[in-house]
């Protein structure tokens, strides 16, 4: 079955940075589109950003572009988050996504998600 393994997250001052990772299992990863989500306490949850399946095209929210760049091992299963000038907002638990067309209905699979603290 799939499964997402969301690792990286902490507590980082304002300005700081971190690199989360997501380890894939359960599917053809170096086929499948893949996606960051973050929910930031009270919010909706909100698209970061996705890569495509061999990595070449990528797409930010505008609240982190510039910030933060996903990225992709197709020979390791993985796909990172590398978020820089860590701010407040950023503030969440940062989900990875894939979604697959299964029997005519297109699933999400999420991971556990990783929890990103921005404060002094």
């Known amino acids: 079955q799939v499964q997402l393994v969301e690792s990286g997250g902490g507590l980082v001052q304002p300005g700081g940075s971190l690199r989360l990772s997501c380890a894939a299992s359960g599917f053809t990863f170096r086929s499948s589109a893949m996606r960051w989500y973050r929910r930031a306490p009270g919010k909706e949850r909100e698209l970061v950003a996705s890569i495509s399946s061999a990595g070449i095209t990528t797409s930010y929210a505008d609240s982190v572009k510039g910030r933060f760049t996903i990225s992709r091992s197709n020979a390791n299963n993985t796909v990172y988050l590398q978020i820089n000038s860590l701010k407040p907002e950023d503030t969440a638990v940062y989900y990875c996504?894939?979604?697959?067309?299964?029997?005519?209905?297109?699933?999400?699979?999420w991971g556990q998600g990783t929890q990103v603290t921005v404060s002094s």
């Open positions: 996504n894939t979604r697959k067309y299964v029997s005519g209905s297109n699933i999400d699979y």
